[in-house]
């Protein structure tokens, strides 16, 4: 007589540890892909960061220089040409009373071409402040200043990356 003997099925099939193997796998390929965007983002923000700090740096050297030109005192009605590309602080450093010396202006200016914010002051190099920044525009508030006999606001406004929204700085001189 013939005994029957039974196979006991112990583990997986081929078939099913591949499948596995292929779920986990995919599983694998999304975190992985998650976790990069994640870093990329991070990245992004600390880039952002880093723009805007040095933007309020280029904000704070540029109130300093309008300072020590005089802008804001009684007898201060002129001395600062701004267009939208530029501003250009006429200052007075050996006090001759020559606002027309070039030796002793300070000029930013925004090069739209190369996306660099820069600051030239003399005869000298422009020396670069900020790159890449995406806009700056310089405008004179009132724009009527000269009319009026008043001292000018210097508004700024940037965008330091393309899809960020247009913001604003205005450095306005003390009025008592």
């Not at 005869?123 to 402040?129: D, K, V, W």
């Amino acid at each position: 007589m013939l005994q029957k003997t039974e196979v006991l099925k112990k583990g997986f099939t081929i078939i099913e540890i591949l499948l596995s193997g292929a779920i986990g796998l995919l599983l694998l390929l999304v975190m992985a892909n998650a976790f990069i965007n994640f870093q990329k983002m991070g990245l992004m923000q600390n880039d952002n960061a880093k723009k805007h700090a040095a933007f309020e740096r280029t904000l704070m050297m540029l109130k300093s220089e309008l300072i020590q030109a005089g802008y804001g005192l009684a007898s201060y009605h002129q001395g600062i040409q701004i267009t939208d590309q530029s501003l250009r602080i006429q200052k007075d450093m050996n006090l001759d009373g020559d606002l027309e010396d070039s030796r002793e202006d300070v000029v930013y200016q925004f090069f739209q071409e190369d996306k660099k914010l820069s600051r030239k002051s003399g005869q000298g190099y422009f020396q670069i402040l900020m790159e890449p920044i995406y806009s700056v525009f310089f405008h004179a508030h009132p724009v009527d200043f000269e009319q009026k006999g008043i001292t000018p606001c210097v508004r700024m406004q940037f965008q330091l990356n393309e899809f960020d929204d247009l913001q604003e700085a205005t450095l306005c001189p003390l009025t008592l």
